[in-house]
């Protein structure tokens, strides 16, 4: 198939005016080209045609919960203990099925945002299932927190998860594992995953510096998260130090995505420069009350950024693009094009999902995004502008359409009927408190 627009912003090269994408039958890139050059070499192929539209890599959102998505509305604006408590007592009254049931809502609202790929933290399968089963690649992050001395490779097993050697490094839709924090997980368990991980191929997320609560911790002044940290991180004591410096001292920071990075201490940025990434989450830090994360400082000294929603639980919906505009607004020297780079390549690399998606270049998977721009001569700001579930016209993962018109591709009903009931589930429990 040929799929053509006014533009193709392949990330891998310069914008092409008149461009257009060849798919093969496996779902792949087989050439990115003037649309003259492609139909020269394949004049047979299917054309699907986009008016006023430019076609970019499907987006990468490096952090997400989506099992969580039922949750959107039902927290308000709080800080981050409380919020844990509300979070906490709705994941424990949700069934499996409900947890499914949020997972692909999450995975269709990413769809109808443009987003292909999610760096996604999971409870269990139902993440993985849901998103795969609608076409979205992604890295599962099996959370883990609370572990006792030893006891890692024990809870992996239980859960089903891939331990083989190599078992996470090939697919789409890969298992990796997030030890929650480091004020939730012991040293231990954290140096463990990190063995797992280089055994397995699996990636790593941790959340890292996200609240001010816990650079209080981390630093020795105990605060809210200090019960916390007594009841879940067996081992652990406060550094003195904050958490990247703690993670570096642990020999554990340059195995893992660090996610959120909102309250660092100075010389944190060049630390942060040797991880496999970090990802930003700037509306979600808001929601919480944390606090913005020092984009500037970050990008100055070097750090692969990439950009996450977090879960709609704390912020107001999957949109990645609001995202990136939300970071634009708090760096004045980053520019459009690096934000569409951190939301495609940049955040594909910090998944090791790189080998697969993140450009539109032959080889890697068909996953792509078109999006409403209208006339204009300068595209890549357009996207970045204007881009959101109400400018994607069409969304293809692995060569196969999911969102046509704006609209999801087959009926989404069942999903979003089941979704309603998880959601009640989940209100109910955080309306009883914790
Ligand atoms: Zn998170």
């Not at 959370?143 to 490094?169: D, K, T």
Request: hydrophobic share 45%.
């Amino acid at each position: 198939m040929i799929v053509t627009a006014d533009w193709v912003l392949s990330v891998a090269g310069p914008a092409i005016r008149g461009g257009a994408v060849l798919t093969d039958a496996d779902g792949r890139i087989e050439q990115v080209a003037p649309l003259d050059q492609v139909v020269a070499s394949h004049p047979d192929d299917v054309v699907e045609r986009f008016d006023g539209c430019a076609i970019i890599p499907g987006l990468v959102n490096a952090h997400t919960h989506v099992s969580l998505t039922v949750l959107s509305g039902l927290v308000p604006r709080m800080p981050m203990r409380p919020f844990l408590s509300h979070v906490t007592a709705a994941i424990q009254a949700m069934s499996h099925g409900d947890f499914a049931a949020s997972a692909a809502l999450g995975a269709l609202e990413s769809l109808r945002g443009g987003v292909t790929c999610v760096g996604d933290i999971a409870y269990g399968p139902a993440s993985l299932t849901a998103c795969a089963g609608l076409g979205l690649a992604g890295v599962f992050y099996f959370e883990v927190l609370g572990i006792e001395h030893g006891g890692l490779r024990a809870q992996l097993e239980r859960h089903c998860f891939p331990l083989a050697r190599g078992a996470c490094a090939h697919g789409r839709a890969r298992c990796g594992i997030s030890p929650h924090a480091p004020y939730s997980v012991g040293p231990e368990p954290l140096q463990a995953a990190v063995e797992v991980a280089r055994e397995t191929g699996a990636s790593l997320a941790v959340h890292v510096a996200e609240s001010v609560a816990e650079r209080e911790l981390m630093l020795g002044r105990g605060g809210p998260l200090l019960e916390v940290s007594a009841r879940l991180a067996h081992g652990f004591e406060a550094p003195g130090v904050g958490s990247v410096a703690y993670l570096a001292r642990l020999g554990v920071l340059q195995d893992i995505v660090a996610i959120h990075c909102a309250n660092l201490e100075p010389g944190d940025p060049n630390l942060l420069a040797t991880a496999r990434g970090v990802v930003l989450c700037p509306r979600s830090n808001v929601y919480l009350q944390n606090g913005t994360p020092p984009v500037a400082a970050l990008r100055e000294a070097g750090v692969r950024l990439a950009i996450g929603t977090d879960s709609p639980a704390s912020n107001t919906d999957l949109d990645l693009f609001e995202e990136a505009r939300a970071l634009l607004a708090l760096d004045r020297d980053l520019t459009p094009q690096r934000v569409l780079e951190m939301v495609t390549r940049d955040g594909a690399r910090a998944l090791a999902l790189d080998d697969r998606l993140g450009a539109l270049a032959p080889g890697l998977d068909a996953d792509l995004t078109v999006v409403r721009i209208g006339e204009t001569a300068d595209p890549v700001a357009a996207v970045v502008a204007t881009g959101g579930c109400e400018t994607v016209q069409a969304v293809m993962t692995a060569g196969r359409w999911r969102i046509r018109d704006g609209r999801p591709v087959g009926d989404v009903s069942v999903i979003e009927t089941r979704a309603a009931a998880a959601r009640d589930v989940a209100a109910r429990a955080i309306a009883a408190g914790p």
